[in-house]
T-cell receptor
Framework: GQNIDQPTEMTATEGAIVQINCTYQ??????LFWYQQHAGEAPTFLSY????GLEEKGRFSSFLSRSKGYSYLLLKELQMKDSASYLC????????????FGTGTRLQVFP | DAMVIQNPRYQVTQFGKPVTLSCSQT?????MYWYQQKSSQAPKLLFH???????NEADTPDNFQSRRPNTSFCFLDIRSPGLGDAAMYLC??????????FGSGTQLSVL
């Protein structure tokens, strides 16, 4: 089966750094995505990894290790507006366009 | 701006009364998706289209159907909504093997 695991909730302080982990067991692998979702809104794209290593984009970075089935999203200089759910999603095969989503990590940033 | 548009933003229907949710896109993407997301859960893929090729998930109830009359439009039909079908319905589009762009979602309530 396909399984994507993330912590359910995390808390952090404004200005701090937080790392959100994601582990996956899927029948195949053709890329991992991170999306941000504010309550009651649609997910918005944050990052994409298909090769091992770190992808940096401003305050957000994402890391992938395919051999370990592991990714993390790193958020630096946290702001109050970063309070949201962060969804890890895997494209599980080369011959499919579908993304399988984890249940998301709800991050609360406190002043 | 090019985007994915879902109407309406909120939809209320009665138990058993057919309802149709709509999605349109100006991105000219060949893949369109319908996801169902319940509170604090992962988005769950219901169907996706690659151009006119329809792909139904094995566990999508028969109560849910979809139409894609052209590249720009896609519809989700719920033939006989039950209380358990109350959820956020997310439409998304993509080019093959690329990131998904989501619409703002339709929050469906069933009375």
């Amino acid at each position: 089966g396909q399984n994507i695991d993330q912590p359910t909730e995390m808390t952090a302080t404004e200005g701090a750094i937080v790392q959100i982990n994601c582990t996956y067991q899927t029948s195949g692998f053709n890329g991992l995505f991170w999306y941000q979702q504010h309550a009651g809104e649609a997910p918005t794209f944050l990052s994409y990894n298909v090769l091992d290593g770190l992808e940096e984009k401003g305050r957000f970075s994402s890391f992938l290790s395919r051999s370990k089935g592991y990714s993390y999203l790193l958020l630096k200089e946290l702001q109050m507006k970063d309070s949201a759910s962060y969804l890890c999603a895997v494209r599980a095969s080369y011959n499919t366009d579908k993304l399988i989503f984890g249940t998301g990590t709800r991050l609360q940033v406190f002043p | 701006d090019a985007m994915v548009i879902q109407n309406p933003r909120y939809q209320v229907t009665q138990f058993g009364k057919p309802v149709t949710l709509s999605c349109s896109q100006t991105l000219n993407h060949n893949v369109m998706y319908w996801y169902q997301q319940k509170s604090s859960q992962a988005p769950k893929l219901l169907f996706h289209y690659y151009d006119k090729d329809f792909n139904n998930e094995a566990d999508t109830p028969d109560n849910f159907q979809s139409r894609r009359p052209n590249t720009s439009f896609c519809f989700l039909d719920i033939r006989s909504p039950g209380l358990g079908d109350a959820a956020m319905y997310l439409c998304a589009t993509s080019h093959v093997d690329e990131k998904l762009f989501f619409g703002s979602g339709t929050q469906l309530s069933v009375l």
